[in-house]
Structures are given as structure tokens and as C-alpha cells.
């Protein structure tokens, strides 16, 4: 899962053009929900206009959609699920699951890991890019778990980035996919996209997390992460967005749209 994370470097947002959208508000539809004045409050504190209602219609058709999206690394428990996201650094899921699935094969907790060794994780994972290092982060970081916190992966944020390999983007992951907390974690795919539409922009994947933070309405965060890192992988892609076919366009102020034909 290729992404930046506060660990590397931050990547550059792309600003589109200065020049107001002539998209039009969308209508009020039925089971969607009002703005709140908290949500209205928010808005107010980003950069740009924020239009509440706009946002809310976003993430409203995301959920119509797909109610409960899945990220598309296997994983068996909450510490197979760190392993496989501290593998997946510059590296695609399909191929962090194809070496995965020998890897978990023989190990599913840290004292598993520990006993296969280096080398052993070093073989499973040859094919992913910087396979040595991160399997020497698999093993210390195992290790950790087993003598800081009892073989159990923590669920806060300040424990799981003192993790090796484990930067702020690695640790929303899990936080949202093993225990559930409202967090997001900020890919390439999703760093672009909430600045292409624009949802909350920003320079550095932090800064683009805090945004959408303070602007997605309460209902909608635990799945914000999936929905636009999945949109930003199959249809807002970089190169040539498959705007025809998206869900939101209509929504969209990005300027540079794909044409139908």
C-alpha cells in the first residue's frame, strides 16, 4: 500500500485552479441527514470554503454505496494486521498478501515470529521491496510487544508509533481496522483525492488528516479512510481519473476532468 506516512517524506499537494466552481449545491435528499451546527461550525475553520452540506452528500453517496468497505490486506488478528501494514510501505497489498500468506502460514503472534527469526521472516518476504529492513523491523518490533506490552498490540496511537516501522499513518490503520476508532489514515491515494475534489487540503498527510477530521460528520469517520482510499485507487486515479463513472463528479470542483468521450 503505497503511502506517505509521518515517518517519510511528506508528499506535495496539487492546488487546483483559483477559480470558483460552478457546481451547484445539491438538493436536499431524503435520509441523509440535516447539517448540524457543530458541522457548520467546523467548516469555518478550514482553509477555503467548505460547504457542510456538500461534504455530508459526499460521504452520504460513498455509504449508499458501499456500506462497509474493506481494506484489501489479509490479515488474521490485530498483530498480523500491523505486520502486514508495516510490509505494505512502498509496496502494493497484492503483493504484501502474496508474501504474507506463507508468512502466516507459520507465525500469528510475536512469540511466533520471534522463533522463525530474521531470516526466516527475510525468506517469506524477499519479494516486497525493502524486505531486509522491514523484516528486521517485524522482528524488533515483536519483540517490543512481547517485553513492553505483553504480546498484545496497543490500541493507542502514542504506543503503537514507538513500535519500529510504525509511523502516525500505520497506527491510524490499525487503530480503525483492529479496534475500531474513528481514524484516518493518510495514503497517497487519499492525499490526493481530498485535495482534487477538494475535501480538506493540505501539504502533508497530517495536516489533510486534521482537515477531514474537522469537516466529516461523525456518522461517516470510521469508514472515511476506505471509501477514499478505495475511490482514489479505482477511480480518482492520478493520471487520468475515470471521471465518467464517479460517484461524486458532479460534486467535484477539480478542473481538469476526464471527458466522457
Known sequence: MTQPDSKSAAATARKPAAKKSATKKPAAKAGRGKITQAEAKRAKTQKGAVDPARVREIFARFAARDPHPKGELDYINSYTLLVAVVLSAQATDVGV????????????????????????VREKIKTIGLFRAKAKNVIALSRQLIDEFGGEVPRS???LVTLPGVGRKTANVVMNIAFGEKTIAVD??????????????GKTPEEVEKGLLAIVPDEYLLH???????????????????????LIADLCAFTEKTPSA
Do not use: D
Not at 497517497?188 to 487540503?201: E, K, Q, Y
Open 97 to 120: 498478501n502474496r508474501a504474507t500468506r506463507g508468512l502466516f502460514a507459520l507465525a500469528t503472534t510475536p512469540q511466533a515470529m520471534l522463533t522463525l527469526g530474521e531470516e526466516g
Open 157 to 159: 496511537r502514542e504506543a
Open 224 to 246: 472515511t479512510h476506505h471509501w477514499l482510499i478505495l475511490h482514489g485507487r479505482y477511480v480518482c486515479k492520478a493520471r487520468k481519473p475515470a471521471c465518467p463513472v464517479c
Open 188 to 201: 497517497t491515494h487519499l492525499f490526493r483525492v481530498s485535495n482534487r475534489i477538494p475535501l480538506a487540503r
